[in-house]
């Protein structure tokens, strides 16, 4: 193709996306623009005028007044030659013009044409402001500045109604609130249809933390800007693509636009194999797609969103990198959310959380060395939760700090407690990962320990292997000063992460306890008992003290005494109880033990 046909039709193309980007093709009317050609009529005495689109095969009206039909065929139109430049655009007589003397209007009867061209700021001409008469006439210079001082007012009035609110001020492109009027405004068109949304999320986190790195914020922008002018052909002019999150694009599926869900899935696929360039950089976009189906009138906006939202999460998390909306997922991360939501109000409550200790009990001698404090929490209305379920959860937040701070303080409460008793009993207590990058972590656990008046070989902290491999400087030197003020220190867990064993090597730990996932098949597993006798081997090569985890049974409790295992922790010898019961139970162990 020649290269100005080629330039002619990429004009073309961005004309068109700039056309629909302002979402006014096929919109409702809107008296804010009818006051305007109601003007322009009265003020050049004719009988019709227009607020004219040129879409890309017709001239659809935005507004009108003195004719009902609401688009004619874009050919002969003398609209289209008026966004040809920006001059006021007449046609004294339609039948005396070659160009014109076939055209539907001049059949129709019309005679005289005047228009003035819409141009965004971006230059992108999008119609005209036209009046037509049945009267050959001609226009003065008077008559074309009110045209042209109308067409200003039109402009105006689209970039206000375009800008507030609706639209996002990066991109231009009509952002969630938009997206909200829509589906109610679907909703009042097509009450009881099906519908679908569908929701694209650019590129994975990782991929967006290092663009956000490289090039700042604008290379959301630009990723957005060039996915949408990839992706806005493949919907046609009665789907809009909307801008919902820094690299997130949603579209509405609806009875008018006809397409459906799998196919567009498999077309966004394909548009966004090719890279997208970001500031001379081609990013390689790498999609999840997530969808649902919906009832129009029967969902609030807000809660399509919120459907699409969750897809595109679970797609993100599947191989596929596609998935659709699923109730029951839904419910787990609004469970989640709310139980995050809940425990900041928990630490602060004073009884909604506890801690439960599991006795450390020596093999050898079956004595109770220490105790395990483990935390739990009674949620005012939904009973007791899981650890499981909610401290993994917390561990990803900045609750980490307050929760380990609580547990600490708590747990030297206990042992102060247990000491006034006569009772001398070791404790340790849980840390979690994002607490090793606190800069003041070591500093702020020894002044706890110096307040409670504990001394501070009683407490040992529990670190797992994976907190430990995040940033192993970092920790190392967190842990060194822990360690040099006495405090012990645990990798919990050991076998179940990285098993780096050179972390062994360097750090201040002194016990390592072996997960129960390798105790509890012991008695069947020969690969288990193997496995387990080497990690306490070496671990004592290593000078470390091997406390093994969840000891069910009498023969795991005595393979492991045999292998040379100095202490467990299980269901066999006591599961986890609050200290009151720890304090019977201590006393009946004794009692038997003087029987
Ligand atoms: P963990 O630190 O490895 O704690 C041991 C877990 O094993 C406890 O579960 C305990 O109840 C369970 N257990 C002990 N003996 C047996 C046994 O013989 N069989 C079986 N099947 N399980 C046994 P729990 O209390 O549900 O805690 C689960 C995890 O939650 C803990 O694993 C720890 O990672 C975390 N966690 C609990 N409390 C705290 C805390 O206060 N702070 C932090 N950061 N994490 C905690
Ligand atoms: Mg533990
Ligand atoms: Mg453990």
Redesign the pocket.
């Known amino acids: 193709m020649l290269p100005y046909i080629v330039d002619a039709i990429q004009n073309e193309e961005a004309r068109l996306n700039a056309l629909r980007d302002l979402n006014l093709l096929d919109t409702s009317p809107s008296d804010s623009f009818d006051r305007l050609t109601r003007l322009a009529s009265k003020l050049l005495d004719a009988p019709v005028s227009t607020i004219s689109l040129t879409d890309r095969d017709r001239q659809w009206f935005k507004s009108k007044v003195g004719v009902d039909i609401t688009e004619i065929p874009r050919e002969q139109a003398p609209c289209s030659y008026a966004i040809g430049n920006d001059e006021i655009f007449v046609v004294p007589d339609l039948t005396a013009d070659p160009r014109f003397v076939g055209s539907p209007l001049a059949q129709a009867g019309i005679r005289f044409y005047a228009g003035a061209p819409l141009f965004t700021r971006q230059g992108h001409g999008l119609g005209t402001l036209c009046v037509v008469d049945e009267r050959v006439r001609e226009l003065d210079d008077e008559g074309r500045q009110v045209l042209r001082d109308l067409a200003g007012m039109v402009m105006s009035q689209i970039e206000l109604s375009n800008t507030i609110g609706r639209t996002d001020a990066a991109t231009g492109l009509p952002n969630q609130h938009q997206m909200f009027e829509d589906v109610e405004d679907l909703a009042r068109r097509h009450k009881g249809a099906a519908a679908s949304g569908l929701m694209v999320e650019l590129v994975s986190q990782q991929q967006y933390g290092q663009g956000q790195r490289v090039l700042g914020g604008s290379f959301t922008e630009s990723l957005i800007r060039g996915a949408s002018a990839r992706l806005r052909p493949a919907f046609g002019n009665s789907s809009k693509l909307y801008h919902v999150g820094p690299t997130r694009l949603a579209v509405l599926l609806t009875p008018e636009t006809g397409l459906e869900v799998p196919i567009m899935v498999d077309r966004i696929i394909e548009l966004l194999r090719e890279p997208l360039e970001c500031d001379g950089i081609p990013v390689l976009p790498t999609p999840a797609l997530g969808s649902c189906e919906f009832v129009l009138g029967d969902l609030a906006p807000r809660d399509v969103l919120r459907r699409m939202l969750n897809a595109v999460e679970d797609a993100s998390l599947s191989d596929t990198a596609r998935a659709e909306y699923c109730p029951a997922h839904e419910l787990r991360h609004a469970r989640s959310f709310m139980l995050l939501n809940d425990f900041r109000t928990a630490l602060e409550s004073g009884d909604q959380l506890r801690l439960d200790y599991q006795p450390r009990i020596e093999l050898t001698t079956g004595r109770c060395l220490g105790a395990e404090a483990l935390m739990r929490w009674t949620h005012p209305l939904l009973g007791p939760i899981p650890p499981v379920e909610f401290i993994p959860a917390v561990e990803q937040t900045a609750l980490a700090k307050p929760m380990t701070e609580w547990v600490v303080s708590a747990a030297l409460a206990q042992i102060a407690a247990w000491q006034a008793q006569g009772l001398d009993l070791r404790m340790s207590a ?1 840390v979690s990962a994002l607490n090793l990058d606190e800069p003041d972590f070591a500093a702020r656990i020894l002044a706890l320990v110096q307040r409670s008046g504990v001394r501070p070989e009683m407490l040992e902290l ?1 670190f ?1 292997e994976s907190a430990v491999a995040r940033n192993p400087t970092r920790a190392a030197r967190q842990l060194e000063a822990i360690r040099s003020a006495g405090v012990a220190i645990a990798i ?2 050991f076998g179940s992460g990285y098993s780096n064993l050179s972390y062994l090597q360097t750090l201040s730990a002194s016990v390592l ?1 072996v ?2 996932a390798f105790i509890g098949d012991l008695e069947s597993s020969e690969r288990d008992r193997t496995l387990v006798r080497s990690v306490i081997d070496m671990a004592h090569d290593l000078g470390y003290r091997v406390v093994a ?1 969840g000891i069910e049974t009498r023969d795991a409790f005595e393979l492991l005494r045999t292998w040379g295992c100095e202490e467990g922790q299980g269901y066999l010898m006591a599961r986890p109880m609050p200290a009151a019961s720890l304090e019977a139970w201590l006393r009946q162990e004794i009692g038997a033990a003087a029987a």
């Open positions: 849980n529990e797992t919990d867990d306890k997960d129960r985890e």
